[in-house]
């Protein structure tokens, strides 16, 4: 009897428009399909596909294996998700799916700076290299202290200044009142105050704040000196300590832990003033990062674990991704990789500033050190190099140290195993996967051995999503949703012949397979009533749907932007696609061919005037007649649309931030 692991009969390859990049599917963002199923908006955004192609994923015709999840429910259906995780222009992340390319991990960069030293390949993913000079390296014997991070100027255009417009908010500026406690590398994830300059603007009036002057060069101290830092706040001592790292650990050195300590009280005094989410989720984050470098770790790991609980409240991305990756850094000094690992992964979204990216990569390279996973690391460290458009000394010298302690563990133990993907990092417990028998042929699941745990006596099976797989018996059109014991929770009998995997705990079914979409549970709760033409996954408590025109609903049914525009697939910087909102709760509409971005709540944020708009980072970038400029995050001008390539806008939005390095 052989078994091959794959899911059932995966549709075929559509081709899509000619105006659209090929496009990855995600794992955990497929759409439900069925006799008539969904096939969403056939907008797209011609304008918002100069950056380079994503290389083309081979999809299974009926009836073959399949390594891409998708629901099945009979006849194909376009498929156009866009994953989670996207790589920046012109690259491949190495969070992203597995890319069928042979190339080696170690790219330009790092074997400049190892002398042309050549890391085994290993077929994972496609990196870019980059040129950078052959810095003088460090004393073998010597910590390199790691400078605090640089505050990003307010960019302002020429012409948005003569017009008196507004200059770029920060990432997370988006009109909230102020929080209570003073502004911090938390709140501006890739920016805090720069040796020499004066900590951000912290009036509370939720103005933008002033450009600070560049930090000046030279020499600066390898410990900070307590009469030059501030003592009237403790996160101002925290932007201002300049930490050291250990040459073989690559951990911090506390060189004045008495000072850390006062921090830790000061901040535990702030903490009890502090009432709202925002406030608290930063205020315990950083007083989890002064326990962790204390030597606490019990402290650090309670505080990290309630700072996500106040994080994830808010809703805000750089916010939760913040926290996730300082509690990641709790989880490593205490042993406990897999669950590093996995916070790592899913705080390093691409949805961030490339800035904050790439210290989420060099911390995790670090993670990836101590547990002697050496390629792995060297990986993380290169794409750390990738995603600074400039050359950063920081950086480089920091990335010289890590490559010595990896270069000096793999002589004495060589390079370890090889990487691991993306979904083996994110999910400890791997479900059965869909395994067909020759003999048989039908379909059951298998364990990672490759042995049988459910029978194979399907005619169809989807992956386990959320703990749930929906099959269909051979004898019956509609489907089943079981368990990975292989109970069943939803029958046949309940009549669902169009189906979609489970995200957030919800899956859109129709019993027609054509249209009136509904929305369950696993227990087979009806949660949304029928009456939808066409739906999209949930991500966040959102999902997009059709009735009419395009809007949006939340987790209770609820209209939360109201169904009346032509389009709702969103444009990424990357070439990518997303339908409906990203990870940050924003989302392009479309309206008579006029583009503009709402966000979860309905809010419109850019009214529907511009023929192209893609989203950035930290800005939207328009377009109109060949010529484009962009928008800061409240629609307001930020570069004027003079340009003739988007890639121009944003060389010219890297320009305009200072080179930093976020502090973690």
């Known amino acids: 009897m052989a078994a091959s692991a794959g899911p059932v009969s995966a549709p075929p390859a559509v081709t899509p428009p000619a105006d659209t990049p090929p ?29 380079a192609p994503v290389p083309d994923l081979d999809l299974p015709v009926a009836g073959a294996p399949a390594d891409v999840d998708r629901p099945i429910a009979g006849t194909p259906v376009t498929l156009d998700q866009v994953p989670d995780e996207t790589p920046t222009v012109g690259d491949v992340d190495i969070a992203d799916e597995p890319v069928d390319v042979d190339l080696p ?22 990196v870019a290299a980059t040129e950078l000079p052959d810095p003088a390296p460090p004393a073998a014997d010597a910590a390199v202290p790691v400078p605090p991070s640089a505050d990003l100027p ?78 009237t706040d403790p996160e101002q001592t925290l932007t201002a300590y300049r930490w050291r790292l250990d040459p073989e650990t690559l951990r911090e050195l506390p ?23 925002r406030a608290r989720a930063r205020l315990l984050s950083l007083r989890a990062v002064v326990s962790r470098v204390l030597g606490d770790l019990d402290q650090a790991l309670a505080d990290g674990t309630l700072a996500l609980a106040h994080a994830e409240a808010t809703g805000e991305l750089r916010r939760i991704a913040i926290v996730k990756a300082r509690l990641a850094h709790v989880h490593q000094w205490r042993g406990e990789f897999d669950e590093a690992d996995r916070l790592y992964l899913e705080a390093n979204s691409s949805e961030l500033p490339d800035r904050l990216r790439a210290t989420m990569h060099e911390h995790a390279g670090r993670c990836c050190l101590e547990q002697g996973r050496y390629i792995e690391a060297c990986h993380h460290f290169e794409r750390a190099l990738d995603l600074r458009t400039v050359i950063d000394a920081d950086l480089v010298a920091r990335t010289e140290l890590a490559l010595d302690a990896v270069f000096d563990r793999v002589a004495a133990k060589g390079w370890g195993p090889y990487p691991r993907t993306p979904e083996e990092i994110r999910y400890a417990h791997r479900p059965p996967v869909p395994s067909f028998d020759e003999d048989t042929r039908r379909w059951g699941y298998a364990d990672v051995h490759g042995e049988l745990t459910i029978p194979a006596e399907y005619a169809e099976a989807q992956p386990f999503r959320d703990g749930v797989a929906w099959v269909r018996r051979p004898e019956v059109d509609a489907w089943t949703l079981i368990d990975e014991t292989g109970a069943c929770l939803v029958g046949a009998t309940a009549g669902y012949r169009g189906v979609g995997s489970f995200s957030d705990g919800i899956a859109w079914v129709s019993r027609n397979g054509a249209g009136d979409w509904l929305a369950i549970d696993p227990s087979g709760t009806v949660l949304i009533p029928a009456g939808f033409d066409d739906v999209r996954p949930f991500r966040r408590g959102v999902a997009a749907v059709r009735r009419g025109g395009w809007g949006a609903v939340d987790r209770t049914g609820q209209v939360v932007v109201p169904t009346s525009y032509s389009g709702f697939t969103t444009a990424l910087t990357d070439g990518r696609y997303v339908d409906g909102f990203t990870d940050e709760g924003l989302a392009v509409v479309d309206v008579n061919g006029r583009k503009g971005v709402v966000d979860r709540t309905g809010r419109v944020v850019v009214p529907p005037t511009h023929p192209a708009l893609v989203i950035h980072p930290v800005a939207f970038l328009v377009g109109d007649s060949g010529q484009w400029g962009a928008l800061d995050r409240h629609g307001r001008r930020l570069i004027d649309s003079v340009h003739r390539s988007r890639l121009d806008v944003l060389a010219e939005i890297d320009r305009l931030l200072a080179d930093t390095t976020p502090v973690l």
């Open 23 to 51: 496009l990855d599917v995600p794992l955990s963002d497929a759409r439900p399909t069925g006799a008539g199923a969904p096939t969403g908006s056939s907008d797209s955004t011609a304008e918002a596909t100069e950056a």
């Open 105 to 126: 991990v170690i790219g330009t960069p790092i074997g400049a700076l190892r002398g042309g030293l050549v890391v085994p390949e290993f077929r994972w993913s496609a």
């Open 154 to 231: 307010v960019p302002v255009s020429p012409a948005a200044a003569q017009a008196g417009e507004s200059p770029l908010t920060h990432p997370r500026d988006t009109g909230d009142a102020p929080d209570p406690a003073p502004a911090t590398t938390e709140d501006h994830p890739d920016d805090a105050a720069a040796p020499g300059e004066q900590p951000p603007d912290q009036s509370g009036d939720g103005t933008p704040e002033e450009a600070p002057l560049p930090a000046t060069s030279g020499p600066e101290p390898a410990v900070p000196v307590a009469s030059t830092l501030p003592t």
């Open 255 to 277: 060189d004045q832990p008495d000072t850390l300590r006062t921090v830790r009280e000061q901040l535990g005094a702030k903490l009890g003033t502090a009432l709202d989410d």
